[in-house]
């Protein structure tokens, strides 16, 4: 597999001094100093980054890091991949933008997600190109099948993160983040995650007070909300209960879509099928922006104009997108995450015994370690903390998740090497075994 942008330019980790180095701390002083107290990474993570080669980026002082956040997963095939860079390269010198109108680019990446699918479901599906964001999706989503339906209630999952626009938020199950902001969107009913009876009995009792939905949104793997991957009991009821009440069933594939859990989509290993489908993150492969939602033909009952933006054309996002999903094809990068999520679970297995890992969970290449206080069974915020800190330093860089911060997570990229996963769990190992009590 190709795996580096400049092979052989970083065979590892490697930190000389702490952190932040002189430089980042200056570009940090100066982000602090002038942009929005809403940015959320170098708070955590002090580096100011220079370059990403596959699966390694370097800051601004020299220091290597092993990369396992990868863009928040937008990077599913590391960074700067080269034949990634000589398509877009190609694109950016015909045609960047085009709005919604057709082009060879826009008619090729359609092809070729649809092309992903299965047969059965491929050939009721439509695509809308939504805003750059996959919260943008999500909104689009919603509006969909609130038109489609006549409805206007929508249920939602405890735990579950779909953005962090006004009515995305109010779709996440994530309280905390919501709080300072009142008068979201109404309708949002919120059910537990992974109990197939709760949503089922609600949405049958026709003297429970519940009207029926517009929609029901759901993760197959909560990836903010701490790397939680959905029983085959529940998404199976969930899926069998919308059905039979007519309610569409919109999965959420804006983190597990494009491989990262090993199917293409996620819904995929639950034997279920949708009637929308939202992706965004890894769908152009190198990070470009660009975000969609797949449905069934019956639901396109939009009218022009229902939902636009400026920057539904990225044609580069396009390009990308379509050579991504030829390499992807011809590397077996599908049989890569698989394999790297097997050694990624046998090298987190020695945590299972540690008194303050809760659990250790995840698909493909998506997983958290959760952290908890043995004696009182509370999230364990501080020492997910500390354990990000302490990996950092030792050069792999990792993001927290779930209720108080407690998940530490990692998102690799996709064709990531044996050798490289190898190195990065000993690391991460090491930190939770290191930082507990």
Not at 39 to 66: C, Q
Not at 130 to 155: F, H, Q, S
Not at 281 to 286: E, I, Q
Request: charged share 20%.
């Amino acid at each position: 597999m190709t795996v580096l942008a400049r092979p052989g330019t970083w065979a590892g980790p490697h930190v000389a001094g702490d952190l932040p180095g002189p430089r980042s701390a200056a570009l940090l002083a100066r982000q602090e100093q002038r942009e929005s107290a809403a940015r959320t990474y170098p708070r955590h993570l002090p580096v100011a980054l220079a370059e990403g080669s596959g699966s390694f980026v370097r800051d601004v002082d020299g220091n290597v890091f092993i990369d396992f956040l990868a863009g928040a997963g937008v990077l599913s095939l590391g960074h700067g991949h080269p034949e990634l860079v000589a398509c877009v390269s190609r694109q950016l010198g015909l045609l960047a933008h085009g709005l919604d109108f057709p082009t060879p680019a826009k008619d090729a990446f359609t092809e070729a997600q649809l092309s992903m699918l299965d047969p059965g479901l491929r050939d009721r599906m439509k695509l809308h190109f939504c805003g750059p964001t996959g919260a943008n999706a999500v909104e689009a989503a919603v509006k969909l099948c609130k038109i489609a339906t006549g409805r206007g209630d929508v249920v939602s999952f405890r735990g579950g993160f779909h953005g962090s626009t006004h009515a995305a938020m109010a779709l996440s199950g994530l309280v905390a983040a919501k709080q300072p902001v009142q008068n979201t969107m109404p309708g949002v009913h919120f059910f537990p995650y992974n109990d197939p009876g709760a949503l089922e009995e609600a949405l049958a009792d026709g003297l429970g007070g519940m009207p029926r939905p517009a929609a029901v949104l759901m993760e197959l793997v909560q990836g903010e909300g701490g790397v939680v991957p959905a029983r085959p009991d529940f998404a199976q009821r969930v899926r069998a209960v919308t059905r039979e009440l007519g309610v569409p069933l919109i999965v959420d594939e804006v983190q597990t879509g494009c491989g990262r859990t090993g199917t293409w989509f996620a819904f995929e290993q639950y034997g279920i099928e949708p009637d929308v489908i939202v992706a965004s993150k890894a769908l152009s492969g190198a990070g470009l922006p660009v975000a969609l939602i797949l449905y069934n033909a019956v639901l396109d009952k939009w009218g022009p104009g229902a939902h636009i933006g400026t920057f539904r054309g990225n044609q580069l996002a396009f390009a990308a997108g379509v050579e991504a999903i030829r390499i992807i094809r011809r590397d077996g990068v599908l049989d890569n995450v698989r394999a790297r999520g097997d050694q990624v679970a046998e090298a987190l297995d020695v945590l299972r015994g540690h008194p303050w890992v809760r659990e250790v969970r995840g698909r493909g290449l998506m997983w958290g370690i959760e952290l908890a206080d043995p004696d009182t069974g509370r999230p364990a915020g501080a020492m997910a903390s500390a354990v990000q800190a302490h990996a950092l330093r030792q050069g792999l860089i990792v993001e927290l998740g779930g209720r108080d911060d407690c998940v530490v997570r990692i998102l690799p990229p996709l064709n990531v090497t044996a050798e490289v996963v190898d190195t990065a769990c000993s690391i991460l190992v090491k930190a939770v075994t290191s930082c507990g009590p």
